[in-house]
Nanobody, 120 residues
Framework: QVQLVESGGGLVQPGGSLRLSCAAS????????MGWYRQALGKQRELVATITSGGSTNLADSVKGRFTISRDNAKRTVYLQMNSLKPEDTAVYYC??????????????WGQGTQVTVSS
């Protein structure tokens, strides 16, 4: 049983910055990966960024150079630093968490979502 709590969303002007946080709690296994997905109005959910417990990262082409994903393993928390925000970044951002014991099955969890609105 894993719970995810997201925070950091809000309203920001174009060119501004926000930092999203997602903290995982519960019975967390040693191998895990966390990521951020977003869903804009009328669009499908898309991958934004992922990071493993070992620190490997992957970012969508649309956010490279503007967003940075990081994590604090001790706190089991992932962050998404969003700079140079554009109106097209407006979406509900969802935290995703996957974990497993060594060679065991993967378990998948989703956060509640946090709204990011980029507008003048």
């Amino acid at each position: 049983q894993v719970q995810l709590v997201e925070s950091g969303g809000g309203l920001v002007q174009p060119g501004g910055s926000l930092r999203l946080s997602c903290a995982a709690s519960g019975n967390i296994f040693s191998m895990y990966a966390m990521g951020w997905y977003r869903q804009a109005l009328g669009k499908q959910r898309e991958l934004v960024a992922t990071i493993t417990s070992g620190g490997s990262t992957n970012l969508a082409d649309s956010v490279k150079g503007r967003f940075t994903i990081s994590r604090d393993n001790a706190k089991r928390t992932v962050y998404l630093q969003m700079n140079s925000l554009k109106p097209e970044d407006t979406a509900v951002y969802y935290c995703n968490f996957k974990h497993r014991r060594a060679y065991g099955p993967w378990y998948d969890y989703w956060g509640q979502g946090t709204q990011v609105t980029v507008s003048s």
